[in-house]
């Protein structure tokens, strides 16, 4: 299944912990209504986000 899959992929940039997280905090059916590059995206963009919280340079 994807949701088994994805987390074993390394993404440049995005932490393995951060992966696994996203994972495990999501429902069955989002892997079931989103593409492998969907789900990358969406582990790229929370990546960005939480960076961008950390350094404080979020937009408000």
Known sequence: M???QIPELAIEG???DEIEAHF???PER???NSTAKD???????VNQL???IQ???FIR
């Open 2 to 4: 994807l949701h088994k």
């Open 14 to 16: 995005v932490a393995k």
């Open 39 to 45: 789900i990358e995206l969406h582990l790229r963009m």
């Open 55 to 57: 350094h404080g340079s």
């Open 24 to 26: 495990n905090l999501l």
């Open 30 to 32: 989002y892997f079931i």
């Open 50 to 52: 939480l960076s961008q």
